[in-house]
T-cell receptor, first 109, second 118 residues
Framework: KQEVTQIPAALSVPEGENLVLNCSFT??????LQWFRQDPGKGLTSLLL?????REQTSGRLNASLDKSSGRSTLYIAASQPGDSATYLC????????FGSGTKLNVKP | DTGVSQNPRHKITKRGQNVTFRCDPI?????LYWYRQTLGQGPEFLTY????????KSRLLSDRFSAERPKGSFSTLEIQRTEQGDSAMYLC????????????????FGPGTRLTVL
């Protein structure tokens, strides 16, 4: 069974810092990987989708990379802002979708 | 398109009662997923539909749970004889997928239905 792990579980940084969130998965035979943002009590907002044939995707201040062979993905957030505070989740598509438990990010003004 | 919608947003029920949730996906999406999320955890897959066909069910989905997607449009998730352990956020997502494969596009989630079983 696919297992998805996200490290760290929580992160607190001052505004303006660049930061990296990590996602690892145990079975490299995935079809794609998606990063989401979740605000407290709300649904998930899609940030980036990386297909298995791709190495990275970028959207604004966000960059996600995928290394299938090592079972890893990273989400890079540049110049963090207080509005980035949320829980970030990664999900791998392995016939079904498997989620990590998320990284709770707090960006302090 | 207004995105994925779910109703109700909140449901409080007594143990042993039946509840039904509805999900309206993005109209052009042929795949619809149901997940359950408890506090501090990521969503757990429950089931998914390709058009009106239910193609996969998690072992988490006991016989008290049933899902339908008549005509390949909206979907309902029913929980019979609710238990306190059913208290969770129930999330619906939709996407476009190639039939017979796991090739999919971006999943879009609804706001969820928060179930509290007293």
């Amino acid at each position: 069974k696919q297992e998805v792990t996200q490290i760290p579980a929580a992160l607190s940084v001052p505004e303006g810092e660049n930061l990296v969130l990590n996602c690892s998965f145990t079975d490299s035979a995935i079809y794609n990987l998606q990063w989401f943002r979740q605000d407290p009590g709300k649904g998930l907002t899609s940030l980036l989708l990386i297909q298995s044939s791709q190495r990275e995707q970028t959207s604004g201040r966000l960059n996600a990379s995928l290394d299938k062979s090592s079972g890893r993905s990273t989400l890079y957030i540049a110049a963090s802002q207080p509005g980035d505070s949320a829980t970030y989740l990664c999900a791998v598509n392995d016939l079904k979708f498997y989620f990590g438990s998320g990284t709770k990010l707090n960006v302090k003004p | 398109d207004t995105g994925v919608s779910q109703n109700p947003r909140h449901k409080i029920t007594k143990r042993g009662q039946n509840v039904t949730f509805r999900c309206d996906p993005i109209s052009e999406h042929n795949r619809l997923y149901w997940y359950r999320q408890t506090l501090g955890q990521g969503p757990e897959f429950l089931t998914y539909f390709q058009n009106e066909a239910q193609l996969e069910k998690s072992r988490l989905l006991s016989d008290r749970f049933s899902a339908e997607r008549p005509k390949g449009s909206f979907s309902t998730l029913e929980i019979q004889r609710t238990e306190q352990g059913d208290s969770a956020m129930y999330l619906c997502a939709s996407t476009w997928g190639v039939s017979g494969t796991s090739i999919t596009d971006t999943q879009y989630f609804g706001p969820g239905t928060r179930l509290t079983v007293l």
